[in-house]
């Protein structure tokens, strides 16, 4: 069988993109590329939840669409009521995202219903 030197340079490129490919997941653990900021002792599940975020004086919460409510912690983010009263998630002084915005945050859930956040991935206000 003789393949031309097109299909071939095709067939290399193809496989030099699946290893490429590979390679990055390995290195990239399961996580996608994202960060855990949980402790290793703390028995949590990498997790994504989308949802209306709610900030008070009382602590934080996910309103999801199906009608859950996922309580915070603080993990890598912290939150905070600001000074015009409104609830803001906060990565050092960076405000990342407020009460009422639809967020996708990413961190770790525990068995206790809580999610323990990293990082907000998608801010829709």
């Known amino acids: 069988m003789v393949l031309r030197l097109g299909s071939l340079a095709v067939a290399a490129a193809s496989v030099a993109v699946l290893l490429a490919a590979a390679a990055c997941a390995m290195t990239g653990g399961t996580l996608g590329g994202r960060q855990t900021c949980w402790p290793e002792s703390q028995k949590r599940v ?4 989308r949802g209306t975020l709610g900030i008070d004086g009382s602590g934080a919460r996910l309103n999801t669409p ?12 912290t939150f ?9 998630l ?10 009422g915005d639809d967020v996708s945050l990413f961190g770790g859930a525990g068995s206790d219903g809580t999610l ?5 991935e998608e801010n829709r206000h």
Do not use: F
Request: charged residues 20%.
């Open 46 to 49: 990498a997790s994504l939840w």
């Open 66 to 77: 199906e009608g859950d409510v996922i309580p915070l912690a603080p993990g890598a983010v």
């Open 80 to 88: 905070r009521v600001g000074s015009t009263g409104t609830g803001e």
């Open 90 to 99: 906060v990565r050092g002084t960076e405000v990342i995202a407020t009460a």
């Open 116 to 120: 323990v956040v990293c990082d907000v």
